[in-house]
């Protein structure tokens, strides 16, 4: 089975850049045209409004801001890869030095690259070369993955599985191919190998906060509440899209008389949490005393500061 995909003209090709700052859509206008960059530039300002665009007109590239009003960078990453006519565009994300925290997190959204603020003429043009150039000369590995996706798409799980271990041979520290086929193996049935190839996916990975969110919903499904307690740990400090889960999770084990993984989920969902939903900060305050530990003060100042 192969996966035919056409080559990007980098002259000729069609941008679409999204960014909220109108001075930002100017100079990005400028650079592209002063690098001869593009013949068609797209412009939006903001997520909504960019794949309104996309779902009318496809373009070849799309240069994203992470911060913008309606539908942010990663949420705008999410919705073209989970769209099957627009999934395969290449994404380069834009972001302050200041989140580049956060781009690690959408990194593991299958995102082609990042550039940070303030852009410069040398990298924004060695940065579009290079993920066009990706795009158009795929290794080896990568066009075995694009296999491995046609197959599972039409039902041939083991064609899938058999595709995936080919390119791992190659890329054998490829987090978000171990994680692949850790889930193709979940779907035959045969859950030993999931987890093996997940724990691997999240071994290599540091920053793979989606990794070890399956890994604590597969324990949490096994019952196995403080193996899923560490693996959520670990989520929450890379990302807090998960907060809910966690405290769930804490609420579970406090149920099971597990206090002290309850605490430290607890804990890190307040300490790391700019905003607290006040049905939450009541569901927390109340739960403590049951653990018949202290809070920490630094927890009490989390919760009467940081709510909605």
């Not at 410069?120 to 795929?138: E, F, G, Q, S």
């Not at 769930?248 to 804990?267: N, V, W």
Request: glycine residues 4%.
């Amino acid at each position: 089975m192969e996966t035919n995909r056409t080559s990007i003209d980098i002259e000729n090709m069609t941008i679409l850049a999204v960014d909220d700052m109108k001075s930002m859509r100017l100079t990005m206008r400028k650079m592209l045209r002063h690098l001869n960059i593009g013949k068609t530039l797209k412009f939006a300002e903001n997520g909504r409004e960019g794949m309104s665009i996309l779902e009318s007109t496809p373009a070849d590239l799309v240069i994203l801001d992470w911060r913008m009003p309606f539908m942010n960078g990663a949420q705008m990453l999410e919705n073209i890869r989970k769209d099957k006519a627009l999934r395969d565009i290449p994404v380069i994300m834009v972001s302050a030095e200041s989140e580049k925290d956060i781009v690690l997190e959408v990194a593991e959204t299958e995102i082609d690259g990042y550039l940070l603020k303030p852009l410069t003429l040398n990298a924004l043009d060695t940065k579009i070369r290079m993920v066009v150039d990706r795009v158009n000369h795929p290794d080896p590995a990568t066009v075995l993955m694009s296999e491995a996706r046609s197959f599972e798409e039409a039902g041939d799980l083991e064609s899938a599985i058999e595709k995936t271990r080919l390119a791992l041979n190659s890329k054998p520290s490829a987090s978000r191919w171990l994680r692949r086929l850790g889930l193709l193996y979940a779907k035959t049935g045969k859950p030993e190998q999931a987890e093996k190839c997940l724990q691997k996916a999240a071994a290599v990975n540091p920053h793979d906060a989606h990794t070890r969110q399956i890994l604590g919903e597969m324990y949490v499904k096994k019952n196995d509440l403080k193996k899923a307690a560490r693996y959520y740990l670990e989520v929450l400090s890379l990302t807090l899209r998960f907060s809910e889960e966690a405290i769930l999770l804490g609420e579970r084990l406090l149920a099971a008389g597990h206090a002290h993984p309850a605490i430290q989920l607890f804990s890190k969902v307040i300490s790391e949490s700019k905003k607290i939903q006040p049905s939450r900060k009541e569901s927390l305050i109340s739960a403590w005393p049951l653990t018949n530990l202290n809070m920490p003060r630094n927890c009490w100042k989390a919760l009467s500061m940081n709510t909605l």
